[in-house]
């Protein structure tokens, strides 16, 4: 089936040699008349007038606001940053704080019963007296 496919291709687009005549009779069909040779016209360039004050100094002004707005932006930026810091700092050393407070108390209770559980017991009036 390939082969057949193939062959066939190869049969449609195989080189085919044209009649005999065939260029003389194509320079006969077209037409007698020579075409007029278009010339284009030579224009000579002026000198370009010099640039304005402002078309020399645009783009320089340009990019020295761009810079200036740059640099701006960015100490905004870095305060911004460094305040959300210093914000987030002290809300951690408060938590901080109270969670030392916490456990501090928690300390002392377990302190207080362990003291009380160790402590030898009291000894009552009779005692003393009987001594």
């Excluded at 077209?30 to 007038?49: D, I, K, M, S």
């Excluded at 916490?102 to 009380?116: C, F, G, I, P, Q």
Aim: charged residues 30%.
């Amino acid at each position: 089936m390939n082969d057949d496919i193939e062959s066939r291709l190869r049969n449609a687009l195989r080189r085919v040699d044209p009649d005999e005549g065939f260029a003389e009779r194509l320079l006969a069909a077209l037409p007698e008349q020579p075409l007029p040779a278009r010339v284009a016209e030579l224009r000579v360039a002026r000198p370009a007038a010099p640039p304005s004050r402002w078309q020399r100094f645009a783009a320089p002004a340009a990019l020295a606001a761009s810079l200036v707005a740059a640099i701006f932006l960015g100490q905004q930026m870095g305060a911004q940053r460094y305040a959300d810091e210093q914000r987030a700092g002290l809300e951690a050393s408060r938590e901080l704080m109270q969670a030392l407070r916490v456990t501090s108390r928690k300390l002392d209770v377990a302190y207080e019963a362990v003291r009380d559980r160790d402590a030898p017991p009291a000894r009552g009036d009779d005692e003393e007296t009987r001594t």
